[in-house]
């Protein structure tokens, strides 16, 4: 069974980068038919998908978020990671890293989810 | 995208069935076959119940069902049990090629 581990700061400052890594553990980032996914959560709130990487490279981004959002795939360490510029308060929230298979919405293996805040 | 429109909150008896509604366009539910359904428990990651609309993972009760009518698609827990109350939320695969979300529902069991 697949296991995903994200990692990263806790706290942001308003205007900087946000950057987390998803570390895969039993099972390669490097196998066709699944895609490397962000999903946040707001506090007490839903679910935003934030977009997914493929073992190719190829990405798609929320379209919202598109402008401000860089994913890609260190295969050597089976890692995968999210780059958000320009955060602000609005982008506190737990952050997943979740394997979609097919990238049909079909996420069916999450991380615990890492909380971060974004404030002075 | 514009999320997926899910009642707030839904309640019933243990016992009961209660179905959860995830309403969506032409551009996502209704396209596709491709609507899943997550459980989730508070500090909790979610879970997949459903996906492809109505096909459950190995592991998940047969008390959870999905359906899917033109671009609303629902769920369905039958046989209400206590360890059933927690948050839903419903997705979907999009004509854009992104994944779009509920707002989620949270199912109480009186």
């Known amino acids: 069974q697949v296991q995903l581990q994200e990692s990263g700061p806790g706290l942001v400052k308003p205007s900087q980068t946000l950057s987390l890594i998803c570390t895969v553990s039993?099972?390669?980032?490097?196998?066709?038919?699944?895609?490397w996914s962000w999903i946040r959560q707001y506090p007490g709130k839903g679910l935003e998908w934030i977009g997914y990487?493929?073992?190719?490279?190829?990405?798609y981004y929320n379209p919202s978020l598109k402008s401000r959002v860089t994913m890609s795939l260190d295969t050597s360490k089976n890692q995968f990671s999210l780059n958000l510029n320009g955060v602000t308060a609005a982008d506190t929230a737990v952050y997943y890293c979740?394997?979609?298979?097919?990238?049909?919405?079909?996420?069916?293996?999450w991380g615990q989810g890492t909380l971060v805040t974004v404030s002075p | 995208q514009s999320a997926l429109t899910q009642p707030a909150s839904v309640s019933g008896s243990p016992g009961q069935s209660i179905t959860i509604s995830c309403t969506g366009t032409?551009?996502?539910?209704?396209?596709?076959?491709?609507v899943s359904w997550y459980q989730q428990y508070p500090g909790k990651a979610p879970k997949l119940m459903i996906y492809?609309?109505?096909n459950r993972p190995s592991g998940v009760s047969n008390r959870f069902s999905g359906s899917k009518s033109g671009n609303t698609a629902s769920l369905t827990i039958s046989g209400l049990q206590a360890e059933d109350e927690a948050d839903y939320y419903c997705?979907?695969?999009?004509?854009?090629?992104?994944?779009?979300f509920g707002g989620g529902t949270k199912l109480t069991v009186l």
């Open positions: 979740a394997r979609d298979r097919g990238g049909y919405s079909i996420f069916e293996s």
């Open positions: 492809d609309v109505s």
């Open positions: 039993i099972g390669s980032i490097n196998s066709g038919g699944y895609y």
């Open positions: 990487i493929y073992y190719t490279g190829s990405t």
């Open positions: 997705s979907s695969y999009t004509t854009s090629s992104t994944v779009v």
């Open positions: 032409s551009s996502d539910v209704g396209a596709y076959n491709y």
